[in-house]
């Protein structure tokens, strides 16, 4: 246990948090949960700077763009929402799903945000008007977790992890050998590698994106229901009960960060390397020091 990382209990939440990101600039935190708010946090000092009564439905995922000029959210509600980060005031909303929008995804330039759903389909706009530009159906039921690298691959998780070329849709590999599906997915800040957390099944998976090949799995005693990884690629950060960090090579488990009451749904870590930030069904986000 790793009590002397703890830097600050975020509380206002009114029920579970689900989402959570950092703004590329490290300055702020965006948290979105179960009692269909956001909530806009100063870092590291943890006051909370905004709360927006969002959706019309928990918030099941957000992500700034590349550039931290603006914010993406998605609900339950089916509804996709962009926020200018200056004034949380709304910048544009997007329609066309038929069911609860689960995962958000940026290209590296911030110029499409790829969102992923129960209905089953990827749908890519254009940012920032969000403009549908496509909708690809991968035929993985629920989509449950999406990430875009700087190398245009899109990698979408279901019941099978797939790897698509970004601009068309066009697979380029999947794997099913999943009991429970892919619950989360991150690429490291190159691009060239992908973890994947595989919830229930209690592991996650490193994945060489320029190879399209699983390089190393790792499997842990508690569930592993989010994933990311450091700045610098070397290791992992997962939640489950408790928030762990990893070396990627070796899978040796470097860090536990226990403190959370209720499990961790979302993990991130700060664009310097120096905190990690995890949202829990137990009504906070907790800061700690990497």
């Known amino acids: 246990m790793n009590e002397t990382a703890l830097i600050k209990t975020l509380t206002g939440h009114k ?13 702020f935190l965006v948290t979105g949960g179960k009692d269909n708010t956001i909530r806009l946090w100063s870092v590291p000092d943890g006051i909370e700077i905004q709360t927006i009564q969002a959706h019309a439905g928990d918030v099941r995922a957000v ?8 914010f993406a959210s998605s609900s339950w509600d089916k509804a996709i929402k962009l926020w200018r980060t200056s004034d949380c005031s709304t910048l544009a909303t997007a329609s066309g799903h038929a069911s609860a929008v689960n995962c958000l995804a940026f290209s590296a330039d911030g110029k499409l945000l790829f969102s992923g759903s129960d209905d089953t389909t990827i749908k890519m706009f254009s940012c920032p008007k969000c403009g549908l530009e496509n909708t690809f159906t991968p035929q993985i039921g629920d989509i449950k977790a999406l990430a875009v690298s700087p190398l245009g691959i899109l990698a979408a998780g279901g019941v099978e992890l797939q790897f698509l070329e970004a601009a068309t849709g066009r697979l380029l590999k999947d794997n099913d050998s999943y009991v ?7 690429f490291s800040q190159e691009g060239k590698t992908l973890a994947a957390a595989t919830g229930m099944e209690k592991r996650f998976e490193i994945w060489d994106a320029e190879k399209l090949e699983m390089t190393g799995s ?4 508690d ?28 899978g040796t488990c470097l860090k536990t960060f226990e403190g959370h009451a209720d499990e961790i749904y979302s993990v991130d870590v700060s664009p310097d390397g120096k905190y990690i930030a995890s949202a829990s069904n137990d009504e906070t986000i907790k800061l700690w020091t990497l």
């Open 223 to 250: 569930w592993v229901n989010c994933v990311t990884f450091t700045p610098d690629g070397k290791q992992a950060v997962t939640g489950g009960m408790a928030a762990k960090v990893w070396d990627c090579v070796s």
């Open 15 to 27: 029920d579970g948090v689900l989402t959570l990101a950092f703004s590329p600039c490290g300055k």
């Open 218 to 221: 790792v499997t842990d005693s």
């Open 180 to 186: 429970y599906g892919i619950h989360s997915l991150a």
């Open 63 to 70: 992500t700034f763009d590349h550039d931290g000029g603006f």
